[in-house]
């Protein structure tokens, strides 16, 4: 899919795995590159997708996405990462990222949204509060239905 500023947004392949691997760096997650490739190759055998953002060079941004059924209604979504570049924030891309997601989420059925924030993630917070999610919990969440 590709988007505005020539950034495109799409599903991540084993080629990023080194690129995401020093984003995960950036943000003090370590893991090898092949490790990650691995990883990504499973996680499309499955109801996840992991999504980057790509300019030029390596990923901006990756978001992961799953999926799963609920007792009470449609399958819900979670959003358990997403990062972007310490020098790519503030310039949309964790927005186009999260509507990529939500695209992806509403595709697979879902018609919530939800992304767990831990405790001192003042930047996720006020991020999640100001994409239209609400505080639930240890969680946000936000319906995937167009408002009409």
């Not at 943000?27 to 990883?39: I, K, P």
């Not at 990462?81 to 964790?94: F, I, P, S």
Request: glycine share 10%; aromatic share 4%.
């Amino acid at each position: 899919m590709n988007l505005r500023y020539g950034m495109e947004i799409r599903a991540a392949t084993p080629a990023e795995a080194p690129g995401l691997a020093t984003l995960l760096a950036e943000a003090g997650l370590t893991v090898s590159a092949r490790e990650l490739a691995e990883r990504l190759a499973t996680l499309r055998q499955g109801p996840a997708t992991a999504l980057v953002a790509l300019q030029w060079g390596p990923p901006s941004g990756v978001v992961l996405l799953h999926w799963h059924p609920t007792l009470t209604g449609a399958p819900v979504a979670c959003i358990s990462l997403l990062l972007v570049t310490a020098e790519q924030r503030r310039q949309g891309v964790g927005r186009l990222l999260l509507k990529a997601a939500s695209q992806a989420a509403r595709t697979a059925g879902c018609e919530r949204l939800e992304i767990a924030a831990p405790p001192g993630a003042t930047d996720l917070q006020g991020f999640c509060e100001a994409t239209g999610f609400s505080a639930s919990g240890g969680s946000f969440s936000r319906s995937l239905r167009r408002q009409a």
